[in-house]
């Protein structure tokens, strides 16, 4: 394989810090009351629309804090677009049961929600004032365990939430290193029972994520070789678990690439990535209640596209990594587009059911959000180009 | 490229958890004081045989101490193959300092000392007796903080330490989660001035650290693919460093590739890697004092050679990665000795002047430390086909 040919002049300054535990595998999740009591007695337990209790996590869950003395108060209902309300109720039941921790049991909705109520503990203004900048960075946070129910957005080992204003048609990110939560139970189990359309978004959302770390145009050969690599298991896994859903070792491998497709492994030697697909996509979230997988999906293909000829070096490189010698960006584009087809995730936004009358509205959002990215700028004359290739 | 076929079942259950936090780049040094004071007001400098001294390194980390009101204490001389009695020394330094914290500067020898030295100021035993086995595991460690000046060993964010007792011949290593340095400050341009045949062992050392976990033969594909990709690189970056010392490019990606290459990256999904070499290695650095990366780059030919059968798959999937695809595992171990010839490094004993008459010798501390690796078992009757191919 060739190695790709950087035009920057030097490896650039940069941290590398993760001081979150990962446990991993069949039956972690008995290992929480003993890691949960090092944080203190009294927990909030934050589930989403309820799957866990049928499945008997959240009675796990329970045995384990009760066996070690901790009282659980339970808060539920974080939507998979989690809205900021929510969190706001949630700081004021956390308040009154006077908690020590957040026990996040879920995906990445309820992880992101579990992260907005720990900085909102100990402030006196609501949570969505850390996303839009208007209060100053938190001074401390609640400390978090999570306990993961599906493979997708990396949130059980990094910093950062995704946190949305539905009215005001506005989803934005934030990141603190308060905000690691101190220890993630990762059992690949509990995601037997995700569906395959859910499972799907998760991969899409995964594979986004090396893909926004590696367009950053900053050279770090070995992140790039990561990013590369975790790409080209997500095609191998990714179909697996969409069709055998109990097979265990799929599940793993895809659980495992979604963690270190966002815990820093690849933001060694980088400014932090692109991030502009993303941008992107969460006006598509905001506008239409889709997950956020599902507008990745649309999204990223279009963005490729957009940027096949600045961007041909690298589409190149990244062709050879997941498809072998020989391949070009454009065919990693179509294979891509194929992948996403072949496990369900629509790559249209007509597919989606959302037509051209809407494309106003979306162009509406880009604009008020100022849609973008770290290193591909994108502004409105770009927007109804993307979105022509979108469509 | 194809994947590799793995025989065991499933993704074995593993934590993953790395708490050092590492500032790498050009004069990150200029951050130490502030990262020090958050772990008291007296240190204790730890250096080896004085070229830190020589090129203002030390002097920047004693006006660093001292800008944040630190009094620092020197201790000088460890060992480039480090002695237990040089430690147990420095506990009484540091004692008689009543230090908060140890500043490693230097190698993989200093910290990997500095290791010993934290664990030693809080018991009334010898340091070895750790190593040893004749004490309990530590209960607490000094905080250790590192300014790194050798890319090597990873001891700058891992918990691995390893010592000698040069008399009874005994190199044994020790490892424990008190051990992780609480910050790693990794400036490339610190080492320009190490020495080619140095610089090809740091190298060579880095490179036996990814074969160790990638011979486990414990399915763990990301884990495979990231410690091919580090070899492939080193490669790469190798050949750069040995030739052009002052290329800040290649220096700082060999810095960073030695890091990564036993942080933990490799680990997940691994019950920890085999190891044999090293075991077998640790026996001619403490008989015949030579650097660990120059027994390494002795050992791990032959070792492969060894068990070319057993491990063919792997072999050919290390080639494939490395080399390109097409390429065997044969041509991956000539690949490795040329390179490893072409950087300045021995790769057979009698190069080493290490001659047949040493040989009895060499079996008898193999025999006597029971050198074995944790998968490829070797004992007594493996000795002398593996010294055969070493001659």
């Not at 026990?103 to 402030?123: E, N, P, R, T």
């Not at 209060?135 to 400390?143: C, E, G, I, Q, V």
């Not at 006006?283 to 961007?311: C, E």
Request: hydrophobic share 45%; aromatic share 10%.
């Amino acid at each position: 394989m060739k190695n790709f040919v950087y035009l920057c002049a030097y490896m650039i300054n940069f941290n590398y810090h993760n001081p979150t535990k990962v446990i991993f595998g069949k039956a972690v999740v008995t290992q929480l009351g003993r890691e949960a009591v090092k944080y203190g007695n009294r927990a909030l337990v934050l589930i989403g629309q309820g799957s866990v209790k049928k499945n008997g996590l959240l009675d796990l869950v329970w045995a384990q804090l009760e066996s070690m003395g901790i009282l659980p108060t339970l808060f539920e209902g974080i939507r998979p677009n989690p809205v900021y309300q929510d969190c706001d109720k949630a700081v004021q039941v956390a308040l009154e049961a006077n908690v020590d921790m957040i026990i996040a049991v879920g995906g990445g909705s309820v992880l992101d929600s579990a992260k907005a109520i720990a900085m909102g503990y100990h402030v006196n203004h609501s949570i969505w004032d850390f996303y839009t900048q208007k209060a100053p960075k938190p001074a401390s946070a609640l400390p978090i365990l999570a306990v993961l129910t599906l493979a997708a957005t990396g949130s059980e080992m990094n910093p950062y939430t995704v946190i949305q204003d539905t009215e005001n048609g506005l989803k934005i990110g934030y990141g603190s290193p308060l905000l690691y939560p101190k220890v993630s139970f990762l059992d690949p189990t509990y995601t037997f029972s995700v569906s395959p359309t859910q499972t799907a978004y998760g991969v899409v959302d995964l594979i986004s994520h090396c893909l926004e770390e590696f367009f950053e145009p900053t050279p770090s050969p070995l992140s790039d070789c990561i990013a590369t690599d975790i790409i080209r298991l997500a095609f191998q896994y990714g179909r697996q678990v969409v069709t055998e859903p109990e097979n265990y070792e799929a599940r793993a491998q895809v659980m495992w690439l979604a963690t270190m497709a966002l815990n820093g492994s690849l933001s060694a030697g980088k400014y932090g990535g692109d991030w502009g697909v993303h941008a992107l996509e969460h006006s598509l979230s905001v506008l239409f209640d889709i997950a956020h997988g599902a507008g990745l999906a649309i999204v990223y293909p279009a963005w490729l596209k957009y940027h096949q000829t600045q961007a041909s070096a690298k589409l190149d490189f990244l062709a050879a990594r997941v498809l072998g010698d020989g391949h070009t960006g454009v065919e990693f584009i179509e294979a891509l587009e194929a992948f996403y087809t072949e496990m369900g995730a629509h790559i249209r936004l007509g597919q989606a059911s959302i037509g051209a009358d809407k494309h106003p509205q979306i162009i509406e959002n880009w604009t008020k959000s100022k849609a973008s990215g770290g290193f591909f700028k994108l502004a409105s004359q770009d927007y109804p180009a993307l979105l022509e290739l979108m469509a």
